[in-house]
């Protein structure tokens, strides 16, 4: 039993709740009564003779709420246990399982029907187990690994374990293949994409930054209260431009906070100590502070000294001629930190910012202290109707601000922002009336080669998985390079007469899927695949829902849903198609529960580690089992050899389909 088997349970007829606990928050296991409820049980006699000490032991493991705590066993034979029966039947006279009814336990909830097809697909004698040579051909042929068969013998023994002896007598079974393809070998990342592996010698410009909007707050955008947290979780969360909105605080001391509502403010120096300690933790290239500045000029020059001296050799100082030049790159700039915002000489205040009402407003005219001045690397400007003559007239250095609509409206009017955006730094907000933190889709100024979206972090919307989806890439490094399209400032919508690609996918199986929340019933799944892009690549398709997946698991398996969907769609612009995945868990009285997704750039066999819960975190044990197929267009490939056979696979018994929902 390896870490991914991520649930033990113990379920009892005497009205007693069920419990489950993680593998991977296990401490220990502890023989006889040795626990406080044991010890409560054992004073009464009945349960001594029902319960002996020597057929007792406990599994404690960690909790959140009390540190430590445990599930208590009973076995019937301290030695022995009777004949195997089924686990339903001998639990309804006692409520406990012994060793061997435990381990039977767990191996129905591993069971994988659609491994041992695969197994037997890619085996010579179709039986479900392969040598070295047919894992070689899998990992090669369809998984697209380079490796030889001595890397393949080493895999094998790596993943299955338990063979021993000469290599032709080293067979891969179902349980083999499964640890395989939880593991590098069936990621869905291609090979190296997991690391840094674009180029980071261009202009700071060339590249898409994972960026955050008012990162001090962790809730609604009017109340509560500003926090440290909430740039330590944007930092731990890949972002790279984080926001400080400054006002004068007591003792002379700059504070962040927002202007106009009722958000407790925090102090500076305490703000840029929390960055400092997590800004390049995740990530060595460099973290942008905009600074939307609202502070006087004597709070200003304290503002300027807290930078130099909290950041130290950390922040990046630009020459004078800087707005002469382009940008340094994400390699040039490792572990420094650059600000954004007013500087002397610019046009603009820092965001023309679409307040609360809706409508715009223009900051006031700010005085800026010199000394603060000369640290701004990123200096405000403001964007005309003409691009091009802005182009001419901007500095170098410049960086404008756009607003959601804005962003929007010059999307929809076929703007030429992509010819700017080539050359300058942008970073686009959501509109004002998003009191509610939620997140503007960042799609439409990726297109236009917005750098910098800057989503609400405390918000994981729709929205937000796609912009970690994105950035997912590229080690998480918070960069990803533009497409060469928008690096040369081409809308991307043009020129795309015809498809670059078809997108295959097969929708196979789901592992260890939570529930929607704690308190909820049992699960109904579904998958619902969206591709986002341009407007002829969105697509949207759904499986059909599995019912009450998981509730009939001690008469037969029902623990990992099984749909065998296969779905295909045609792109045209793959360099900037996302695609996600959602499970969802269907309700028809209410909305459908958000379960699990994941989100990855267009870019075999990929065994997906969903995201889950209200934060929607990585899940070690949650996963989607899905086969992917990209076919070339212009110079067909041949297909894969699992997709022309995929549903040859035969149901798993008793996995109810219904087709009837629309979700909602």
């Not at 430590?68 to 034979?77: E, G, Q, R, T, V």
């Not at 937000?464 to 989806?469: A, C, L, P, R």
């Not at 969206?530 to 698991?553: A, L, S």
């Not at 992917?628 to 894969?640: D, M, Q």
Request: aromatic share 8%; charged share 25%; proline share 5%.
């Amino acid at each position: 039993m390896d870490d991914h088997v991520c649930v033990v349970k113990r379920e009892v007829d005497l009205g007693a709740a069920v419990k489950e606990v993680a593998l991977r928050d296990l401490v220990e296991v502890r023989s006889g009564y040795s626990t406080d409820n044991l010890h409560k049980g054992s004073k009464k006699y009945k349960f001594q003779l029902a319960a002996p000490e020597e057929h007792c032991f406990s599994i404690i493991f960690n909790h959140k709420q009390y540190i430590h705590k445990s599930i208590d066993f009973a076995a019937p034979d301290r030695n022995n246990s009777d004949e195997p029966t089924p686990i339903r039947t001998n639990l309804a006279p006692n409520g406990f399982l012994n060793e061997e009814q435990f381990v039977e336990f767990c191996t129905q909830l591993t069971q994988r029907e659609e491994l041992r097809f695969i197994l037997r697909m890619f085996s010579t004698d179709e039986i479900e187990g392969w040598n070295v040579k047919e894992l070689h051909q899998f990992l090669t042929v369809e998984q697209h690994f380079s490796v030889d068969q001595k890397k393949a013998e080493a895999i094998l023994d790596l993943y299955e374990g338990t063979n021993q002896g000469k290599k032709e007598d080293k067979v891969m079974g179902v349980m083999g293949l499964r640890r395989l393809l939880a593991s590098r070998w069936g990621n869905i990342m291609k090979e190296g994409h997991d690391g840094v592996f674009q180029d980071m010698t261009l202009p700071l410009n060339s590249y898409l930054c994972n960026s955050s909007h008012n990162t001090y707050l962790t809730g609604l955008q009017m109340k509560g209260e500003a926090t440290v947290e909430g740039y330590v979780a944007a930092l731990n969360r890949g972002a790279r431009l984080l926001e400080l909105d400054l006002f004068d605080g007591e003792a002379g001391q700059p504070v962040i906070t927002h202007k106009r509502t009722l958000i407790q403010p925090i102090t500076l120096k305490d703000t840029l100590h929390a960055i400092l300690k997590r800004a390049f933790v995740t990530s060595e290239f460099p973290v942008i502070l905009t600074l939307e500045n609202h502070v006087s000029l004597p709070q200003q020059k304290v503002m300027a000294d807290l930078f130099q001296e909290i950041l130290g050799d950390h922040l990046y100082i630009p020459d004078k001629d800087s707005n002469k030049k382009p940008l340094p790159s994400p390699k040039d700039l490792k572990n420094k930190i650059l600000l954004r915002g007013k500087k002397l000489d610019s046009d603009v205040d820092e965001e023309e910012e679409e307040e609360e009402t809706g409508t715009t407003e223009i900051q006031k005219s700010l005085a800026i202290h010199p000394s603060l001045s000369a640290l701004i690397a990123l200096p405000s400007v403001k964007l005309s109707s003409n691009v091009y003559a802005d182009l001419k007239i901007h500095p170098q250095d410049g960086s404008a601000s756009l607003s959601e609509t804005k962003v929007d409206t010059l999307y929809e009017a076929n703007s030429p922002l992509a010819a700017y955006t080539a050359h300058r730094f942008v970073k686009s907000y959501p509109k004002g009336l998003r009191q509610d933190s939620s997140n503007m889709f960042p799609m439409n100024s990726w297109l236009q080669g917005v750098q910098a979206v800057a989503l609400n972090f405390q918000t994981t919307d729709e929205a937000f998985d796609v912009n970690q989806g994105l950035f997912r890439v590229n080690s998480n490094c918070g960069y990803v390079l533009k497409p060469e399209i928008l690096l040369r400032g081409i809308d991307v919508r043009k020129h795309l007469e015809r498809p670059k690609m078809r997108f295959e996918v097969g929708i196979v199986s789901a592992q260890y899927l939570p529930k929607s929340e704690p308190s909820k019933d049992i699960i109904d799944p579904y998958v619902s695949i969206q591709v986002f892009g341009i407007e002829k690549d969105e697509w949207k398709q759904k499986t059909h829902t599995i019912k009450d997946n998981g509730k009939y698991i001690f008469i037969f398996i029902r623990f990992n849903p099984v749909w065998n969907r296969d779905f295909s769609t045609d792109i045209y612009c793959p360099e900037m198609a996302i695609v996600r995945f959602c499970i969802k868990d269907f309700d028809s009285t209410s909305a459908n529960d958000f379960v699990g997704e994941y989100s990855i750039p267009f870019t075999r066999y990929s065994q997906i580690r969903l995201n889950t819960g209200y934060r929607h975190n990585p899940d070690e044990c949650a996963s989607l089992f899905i086969v992917l197929v990209f076919v070339c267009v212009i110079v067909e490939e041949a297909e894969s050899r699992l997709v022309q056979s995929w549903m040859s696979l035969k149901r798993v018994p008793n996995q109810k389909e219904d087709d009837r929902e629309t979700e909602k």
